[in-house]
């Protein structure tokens, strides 16, 4: 079984479309997030949401909204999309660890083509 | 400001060798070190990680060190094989950041058979 899945794994769309991604862990976790990773492979955190409580809002356009319906679940809205947008998105998810002890599990990326 | 960064963005190495990734740190607040694989196609996954009260832990084929004092981490990795091929990431959680995990750029390690 999949621990964290996450779909579409593909999505091609044209610039000023709407989309989603959907993510679920069947871990019991507590905590899921969104990173972004760009080309170069850089991973940069977005958001995340500790059982459907929204922690960390990184400096994201207000055009990505996030949503956690309950805490195995967390998908991703993304409004009037641009090419910048383009990236491979991966939905983590982690324990109610010791301060500072944060192993994240991740799922395969949905990856994220604005034409 | 916060970073996690690499010295070496690609590493080439033959099989059999062992193979060393570093890591330069700026956030002498971090208390808490992991490091990740991620393989093509695929998402980061846990390989090690290391508490700051250390400066080295050991795991299967893999050694995590630790030097405070210069803010450098590095993983080794023995016996190098063709499946380690991958992109190496080091990641920090800040004693004070909570569920902020900030990740390196990065080094893509090649294993010549």
């Known amino acids: 079984d999949t621990a964290v899945s996450q779909t579409p794994k593909y999505l091609v769309t044209q610039m000023g479309n709407d989309k989603s991604i959907k993510c679920e862990q069947n871990l019991g976790h507590d905590t899921m997030y969104w990173y972004k990773q760009d080309s170069k492979k850089f991973l940069k955190i977005m958001f995340s949401?500790?059982?459907?409580?929204?922690?960390i809002n990184e400096t994201v356009p207000n055009r990505f909204s996030p949503k956690s319906p309950d805490k195995a679940h967390l998908n991703l809205h993304i409004n009037s999309l641009e090419l910048g947008d383009s990236a491979v998105y991966f939905c983590?998810?982690?324990?109610?660890?010791?301060?500072?002890?944060?192993?994240?599990?991740f799922g395969a990326g949905s990856r994220l083509t604005v034409l | 400001g916060e970073s996690v960064g690499l010295h070496l963005p690609t590493l080439s190495v033959q099989e059999g060798d062992n193979s060393i990734i570093n890591c330069a740190y700026s956030?002498?607040?971090?208390?808490?070190f992991i490091w990740y694989k991620q393989e093509s196609g695929k998402g980061p996954q846990f390989i090690i990680d290391?508490?700051?009260?250390?400066d080295k832990r050991q795991g299967q084929r893999v050694t995590v060190l630790l030097n405070k004092t210069v803010k450098h981490l590095s993983l080794q990795i023995a016996a190098t094989q063709p499946g380690d091929s991958a992109v190496y990431f080091c990641a920090e959680n800040p004693a004070t950041g909570g569920f902020k995990t900030i990740f390196g750029a990065g080094t893509r390690l090649f294993v010549k058979a």
């Open positions: 949401y500790n059982n459907k409580e929204l922690i």
């Open positions: 290391i508490r700051s009260n250390m």
């Open positions: 956030n002498s607040a971090s208390d808490y």
């Open positions: 983590a998810s982690s324990p109610r660890g010791a301060r500072g002890a944060n192993v994240l599990t």
